[in-house]
């Protein structure tokens, strides 16, 4: 009896073993998450590495991101780039964004820039069913570690992941799962934002 429990559980290794082999040889992508109603507050954590995190991504028909400075001085954005799969653009220089502040980015719109308020006037429009932010801390957007924060949503393999994936803040071939049946038009970091599970997405009457 002992004997036949042995081999049974090592088939079922060997079996797990085989599917995860199948799965990474196939490129196979995955979304972690389920679908919810729920409204959260962005509760985003990251590991040392991280000076800056995104915290809420609204798409539809306001597209805007909040990020918070999570390092121990003020961050200037002279140099760096805010990316979606292959737009970019120079995020203004002459904003700063304090320790542990947080700023809304507005996209596609017009104002006035603040300590917690800058505006980008043109840039590609921010689709709920699929899409990416990158943030570059320089204009080489090749080099792995100029890209400082990430997010992909809806489906896999986005212009900056590859960076973000070396730079494990984000995980190959992952994506946030957006629900159209709820209304989904934007995420929030609940958790760590360099994996799915950080993620959730958010129903219109959250906002």
């Known amino acids: 009896m002992t ?6 559980s090592r088939w079922f290794l060997q079996l797990g073993v085989l599917l995860a082999v199948l799965v990474m040889s196939t490129g196979v992508t995955w979304a972690q998450g389920e679908c919810n109603e729920q409204c959260y507050t ?15 991504v609204r798409f539809d028909d ?7 400075n999570l390092s121990g001085d003020d961050i200037s954005f002279e140099g760096w ?3 979606q799969e292959q737009t ?7 904003n700063p964004l304090a320790h542990g502040a947080r ?36 204009a080489d957007l090749e080099s792995m570690s100029s ?17 973000a994936i070396a730079m494990r803040q984000w995980e190959t071939g992952s994506f946030v799962p957006i ?19 950080g993620w959730k997405g958010q129903p219109f009457g959250c906002w």
């Open 81 to 83: 780039q805010l990316c």
């Open 179 to 197: 629900c159209p049946e709820l209304d989904h038009v934007g995420i929030r970091a609940v958790g760590d934002v360099s994996i799915v599970r």
């Open 147 to 163: 890209v400082v924060a990430y997010v992909r949503w809806g489906a896999a393999a986005g212009e900056g992941s590859r960076e």
């Open 103 to 138: 700023m809304t980015i507005h996209l596609n719109e017009a104002g006035s820039n603040s300590a917690s308020d800058v505006y980008i006037e043109t840039f590609s429009p921010l689709e709920p069913a699929a899409g990416e932010i990158a943030i570059f801390n320089s």
């Open 3 to 8: 004997s036949s429990l042995v081999k049974g």
């Open 88 to 94: 970019c653009v120079a995020l203004p220089a002459d």
């Open 42 to 56: 962005p509760l985003a954590s990251a590991g040392a590495n991280f000076r800056l995190v995104l915290e809420t």
């Open 62 to 68: 306001t597209d805007y991101i909040i990020v918070r």
